[in-house]
């Protein structure tokens, strides 16, 4: 790694040198210290220090970002930075002809230079994108078959007849999805030695269980855990386990697994009719599901980071994990703020 920059600060980035120049003024102006002693620490002379200070008295931190020379011409003008926020924005860079999803500024830089002759360093292009209100963030990906037109059909159609539906019956509407957490499931980081990664003695066992729950607008919860694979069977003792002892109607929507749209599940329902109705989601829009939050709480936040032994361990832990969220109304509440599920607490008029 080339250290040159700390000998040299002309070679520090401009989005770099400003937090420099912030904290160099802040630990003078604030805490008290000599601007000889932090000329000395940063390894800048005094002389730009004191010009960082007269710069902050006169405008504040503001006055202390970079700026172009006088009479010199951006490098990267209005019309570029234009160009940049809807290249990110609208496109990917296989776009361009590059094997990634995934944006970056030397590419952004590359393209910069093809599109407009001009040369910007990384640094350059990372301190333009934060300028135009864009950060580096993980992705969501998406199925690149599912079918748009389905879930505008959904949203706009067929959702709010569901909720139609279940004002007219007092239902209420709950949404469910099933998933496997096994023994070897892990999430989360944790801290150690730089270059060295932290090593964490953990169960190598096989196993695990399925778990359905359903989540509802009204923050209620309900859950089942089951050794083995899931199948119409056992969706429908899920089934009598939810409607059992229900005051009210419940309406589910779920994903399309095989089961769910059986025969013997059919039956079911039609059987039960006046106490449950199934509807289906989109296809390949799991996001829509407020459920799908359950588990990234359960895996994710806790078993995921739990140190599970075997496999009667981890049964102990999922019915802990599963019945702590349950009484936790407010969170499974949050499952239904997210953008992709506002839609299920939309009320319906009915004039």
């Known amino acids: 790694m080339n250290f040159d920059w700390l000998t040299d600060g002309r070679k520090i980035p401009d989005d770099v040198m400003y937090y420099i120049r912030v904290m160099a003024v802040h630990a003078i102006r604030e805490l008290g210290q000599s601007p000889e002693v932090i000329a000395k620490a940063y390894n800048f002379n005094r002389a730009c220090i004191y010009r960082w200070l007269k710069q902050y008295d006169e405008g504040g931190f503001a006055a202390l970002e970079s700026v172009m020379p006088p009479g010199a011409q951006p490098l990267v003008t209005r019309e570029m930075d234009e160009w940049l926020k809807q290249t990110v924005l609208k496109h990917n860079p296989v776009d361009f002809g590059y094997d990634t999803n995934v944006w970056t500024c030397e590419i952004l830089s590359e393209l910069l230079k093809k599109e407009f002759g001009v040369t910007v360093g990384d640094s350059a292009t990372r301190l333009h994108l ?53 023994i070897m499931t892990r999430y989360g980081k944790t801290w150690g030695l730089r270059g060295e990664t932290p090593v964490i003695k953990a169960s190598m066992k096989r196993g695990g ?52 749209g059986s025969k013997r599940v059919r039956d079911f329902v039609g059987a039960h009719r006046t106490k449950l109705r199934i509807f289906f989601l989109p296809k390949r829009a799991p996001e829509m599901n407020p459920d799908e939050q359950v588990w990234n709480e359960i895996k994710t936040n806790r078993i995921g980071k739990q140190p599970v032994k075997d496999k009667k361990d981890l049964k102990k832990r999922l019915y802990s994990a599963l019945g702590s969220l349950q009484k936790k109304t407010k969170r499974i509440l949050s499952f239904f703020q997210l953008p992709d599920t506002r839609y299920a607490i939309h009320s319906v008029n009915l004039n």
């Not at 909720?163 to 007092?170: D, I, M, V, Y």
């Not at 199948?231 to 779920?254: A, C, M, Q, S, Y």
């Open 130 to 182: 934060k300028r135009l209100g864009l950060t580096s963030q993980k992705p969501e990906y998406q199925d690149a078959d599912r079918d748009g037109r389905e879930i505008d059909y959904f949203l706009n159609v067929k959702f709010p007849k569901i909720q139609k539906l279940a004002e007219k019956l007092g239902a209420d509407i709950g949404f469910q999805d099933e998933s496997g957490v096994g």
């Open 209 to 260: 269980y399925n778990v359905m729950s359903v989540v509802t607008a009204e923050g209620e919860m309900r859950y089942s855990i089951k050794e083995g694979n899931i199948n119409g069977e056992v969706f429908i003792e899920f089934l009598k386990h939810l409607i059992t002892d229900r005051k009210r109607p419940l309406i589910l929507l779920v994903d399309h697994a095989t089961f769910h």
